[in-house]
């Protein structure tokens, strides 16, 4: 029994990967134009209006954190320029 799983070599494992990609702007404009031609009147009457109430309150709270971020690296830049300040002058002068 040995001898035959000794003498037959292992087939190699197939790699089988598909990445997945998302593409925010393609599918919120995606959904803006069916929103518009539901609006418009051009799809089918079955199907259900779909608000895009949900994307419009993640990019305000992002642009919103991006801000926010934008200010408090602002503030460190001051501050750590500051103590520099400080530090150059207490060298200088002491």
Aim: glycine content about 4%; charged content about 30%.
């Amino acid at each position: 029994m040995g001898m035959i799983a000794f003498f037959r070599t292992p087939r190699p494992k197939r790699f089988d990967y598909s990445p997945v990609f998302y593409d925010e702007q393609k599918e919120a404009l995606k959904e803006r134009e069916n929103q518009l031609r539901q609006e418009m009147g051009l799809t089918d009457e079955d199907t259900p209006r779909v608000s895009l109430i949900k994307g419009q309150f993640r990019r305000h709270f992002e642009s919103k954190k991006a801000q926010k971020s934008g200010k408090n690296r602002n503030m460190r830049l001051v501050a750590i320029f500051i103590v520099l300040c400080l530090l150059c002058y207490y060298i200088i002068y002491l």
